[in-house]
């Protein structure tokens, strides 16, 4: 993996925008002093998004832009709890107006819960800077137009792949994040840059209908959005491949799963299992087992939001913690959860860099970035050879997790079938995985030294969506299908 270069003219435009928002957020400076008058600590974040989205199809265009939303939320712990506000209004005024009445309010509160928990806060470590996504090939800098005509001549091109196609759809998004996150420790400015890109075609033999689908994507910009001509191919003939296939009997499998399935299970089994919000309301098996074996010791995993154009990637999480990997689980054993700043707090435990917010108008909880895990030592070529009678899982459509009961279901869309290390051309679908997570990952018997991120969204509490990435090489295990 390399790291975007930025150009001469690309970093002068990240610099003006630095210094503008400081120059517009200086104040929020003043704003936490004020506010630390009246409690032991407060912070502000200031959050926007802007972004522009395609769906190309037969007979449609749809072009969409993100409406730009800029707002604020400033946080107060008293010593006992932790209270917050959220404005869309950023007018010095109105925030002082608004930092006043929380400060006021959780300082009231306090004297009233004396005898409460302490809660104690520490800002970190100083840090004055300012961040932004590398790219190559800026999205904003490119017109409408231009990627209309680009990405409808991508779709075309998938289209007249093959007579059999009779649909393809395309759909497009590149988004800006402006972030700004002040205590009296910090004063940090941040600007990400996603892009996705999703392309789908449908065949028919005149009886019957299949479909599959690509997608890429990650922070950076329109150099991340390179399908080739063989990977077009590729997806056309996996999609007429599966005119030809067949149900699968139900039964426990040896398997191989491709990065998109590795990344899944990474995200649900122990991804939502050890988010640490969940382990202070009791939802999450995994607080009884940090330190113990819950897996294959060829079992790593990660959650790392510095990951070069990971869709998750980040570099500082929405409450001032500057981002770093967090090992979940090393060598099978549980090492530790992901916190937020709340739970981090009240669980006594070191913070992670996972405290993140939908938006300024919601809260931040323990959410994942970029989840997966780490790369082995065989070839993906050695564990497909190792399967005497066992399945290639391809292509997954969805995943959940019960964290308390440590169940787990993960779709994927097809599978291949291999008979003495061979493929033999049969082909699965749909797939439904269903398991014990420990089961599972005690099962891991090979590990590739293969590594692909995928890019998604993660949804928590009340249906908040973020970006997150999930991947890692190809896994050999056992799971229950049907």
């Known amino acids: 993996m390399t790291t975007p270069k930025t150009t001469t003219k690309q970093q002068s435009t990240v610099n003006a925008v630095s210094r503008a928002l400081r120059d517009q957020y200086g104040f929020l400076r003043e704003i936490v002093a004020e506010m630390e008058r009246s409690v032991p600590y407060a912070s ?6 802007d972004g522009v989205r395609l769906t190309l199809r037969d007979g449609e265009q749809q072009a969409s832009r993100r409406e730009p939303r800029h707002g604020i939320v400033l946080t107060a712990s008293n010593g006992a709890f932790i209270e917050e506000e959220a404005s869309s209004s950023t007018d010095p005024d109105d925030v002082r107006r608004v930092a006043r009445e929380l400060a006021g309010r959780a300082g009231t509160r306090a004297k009233a819960r004396a005898n409460g928990t302490a809660l104690q806060i520490d800002p970190g470590d100083p840090l004055d800077a300012d961040f932004a996504t590398a790219i190559e090939q800026d999205p904003a800098a490119v017109p409408l137009a231009d990627k209309l005509a680009r990405y409808e001549a991508l779709r075309q091109k998938a289209r007249g792949l093959d007579a059999r196609i009779v649909q393809a759809m395309l759909r497009y998004a ?11 420790a910090k ?6 840059r996603r892009v996705d890109l999703f ?3 449908i065949v028919s033999d005149g009886t019957q209908r299949r479909y599959d689908w690509r997608r890429i994507g990650g922070t950076g910009g ?3 959005l390179e399908l080739s001509d063989a990977d077009l191919e590729d997806l056309r003939d996996t999609t007429v491949a599966l005119l030809t296939s067949r149900t699968v009997a139900p039964g426990v499998y040896d398997v191989v799963t491709d990065p998109g399935v590795t990344g899944v299970l990474a995200h649900e089994a122990f991804g939502h299992g050890v988010e640490t919000d969940m382990f202070l309301k009791h939802r999450a098996r995994g607080a009884e087992y940090v330190g113990k074996q819950v897996g294959s010791p060829l079992v790593t995993i990660m959650d790392d939001p510095t990951v070069p154009h990971g869709y998750g990637s980040y570099f500082v999480d929405d409450e001032g913690q500057p981002a770093t990997p967090t090992c979940i689980i090393k060598d099978g054993i549980l090492q530790r959860g992901l916190t937020d700043l709340n739970s981090a707090m009240r669980l006594g435990i070191p913070r992670s860099a996972n405290g993140r917010r939908e938006s300024f108008e919601r809260k931040a909880y323990a959410r994942m970035s970029n989840t997966f895990f780490v790369l082995g030592t065989h070839t993906p070529e050695q564990l497909l050879e190792s399967l005497d009678n066992g399945l290639l899982l391809c292509q997954v459509s969805s995943g959940m997790e019960d964290p308390k009961g440590w169940g787990i279901q993960i779709s994927t869309h097809y599978a291949r079938e291999y008979r003495g290390g061979k493929p033999t051309g049969v082909i699965y679908s749909p797939i439904s995985i269903t398991g014990y997570v420990p089961d599972l990952l005690h099962d891991v018997s090979m590990v590739a030294n293969d590594f692909h991120l995928h890019p998604g969204g993660c949804g928590k509490g009340w249906k908040e969506y973020i970006s997150v990435g999930d991947g890692g090489p190809h896994l050999r295990t056992r799971v229950r299908i049907g």
Not at 44 to 49: D, E, I, P, Y
Not at 174 to 184: A, H, M, P, Q, Y
């Open 187 to 192: 004063f940090v400015t941040e600007v990400l």
């Open 199 to 201: 392309v789908q075609i």
């Open 44 to 49: 502000a974040l200031v959050s926007g998004a």
């Open 174 to 184: 590149d988004g800006s994040e402006l972030k700004i996150f002040v205590n009296r």
């Open 222 to 224: 329109l150099e991340l």
